[in-house]
C-alpha cells in the first residue's frame, strides 16, 4: 500500500548486499499486508502488495559516490464488503539516478532523478536529501 492511503499495514522485507569494491550491489524484496478498515458503512481490504528493487552505488571518490535503482511493485486489488473491485490493483515501476557528495564528515547531499515506468507512477521525480549525522 501507498504511504499515506490511510490503511495499517504489516511489512516485511529481505534486504541482499554485495560489494565488490569499488561497487555495492542492493537487492530487496517486500512484501506488505494490508489490513482491512470500516469506512462509513463500508468494510475495505486493500490489496496487499509485493516489490523488489535492485540498485548498485559506486564510489567514484572518498567523497563522491554515484546510484541507479530500479523498483518496482505490485498491488493487488482491492475487496469492498467481500467483493473484488475489478482493476483496483495497481503496477509501480521507477527507474533512479543519483549522486551523493560529503560536504563535511557530518553532512551529506544527495541529489536523485528519476523517470515513472508505468501510469501509476509520476513522469519524472527529483529528489534531495541532506542527512545530518550529529
Same mark, same amino acid.
Given at each position: 500500500?501507498?504511504?499515506?492511503?490511510?490503511?495499517?499495514?504489516?511489512?516485511? !522485507?529481505?534486504?541482499?548486499?554485495?560489494?565488490?569494491?569499488?561497487?555495492?550491489?542492493?537487492?530487496?524484496?517486500?512484501?506488505?499486508?494490508?489490513?482491512?478498515?470500516?469506512?462509513?458503512?463500508? /468494510?475495505?481490504?486493500?490489496?496487499?502488495?509485493?516489490?523488489?528493487?535492485?540498485?548498485?552505488?559506486?564510489?567514484?571518490?572518498?567523497?563522491?559516490?554515484?546510484? !541507479? &535503482?530500479?523498483?518496482?511493485?505490485?498491488?493487488?486489488?482491492?475487496?469492498?464488503?467481500?467483493?473484488?473491485?475489478?482493476?483496483?490493483?495497481? !503496477?509501480?515501476?521507477?527507474?533512479?539516478?543519483? &549522486?551523493?557528495?560529503?560536504? /563535511?564528515?557530518?553532512?551529506?547531499?544527495?541529489?536523485?532523478?528519476?523517470?515513472?515506468?508505468?501510469? &501509476? !507512477?509520476?513522469?519524472?521525480?527529483?529528489?534531495?536529501?541532506?542527512?545530518?549525522?550529529?
Amino acid at each position: 500500500m501507498l504511504p499515506g492511503a490511510g490503511f495499517d499495514a504489516v511489512q516485511t !522485507t529481505l534486504t541482499a548486499v554485495k560489494r565488490k569494491d569499488p561497487p555495492v550491489f542492493l537487492g530487496r524484496y517486500t512484501h506488505s499486508f494490508n489490513l482491512a478498515a470500516q469506512r462509513n458503512v463500508f /468494510s475495505i481490504a486493500p490489496g496487499d502488495a509485493n516489490g523488489f528493487s535492485l540498485q548498485t552505488l559506486l564510489a567514484v571518490s572518498p567523497d563522491v559516490s554515484l546510484s !541507479t &535503482a530500479f523498483t518496482a511493485s505490485y498491488a493487488g486489488d482491492s475487496r469492498v464488503n467481500g467483493q473484488r473491485v475489478e482493476a483496483s490493483g495497481q !503496477t509501480v515501476g521507477i527507474l533512479q539516478i543519483g &549522486a551523493s557528495i560529503a560536504l /563535511s564528515d557530518a553532512v551529506l547531499l544527495i541529489a536523485t532523478v528519476g523517470a515513472g515506468l508505468t501510469q &501509476a !507512477t509520476p513522469d519524472f521525480l527529483f529528489g534531495v536529501a541532506m542527512p545530518v549525522r550529529f
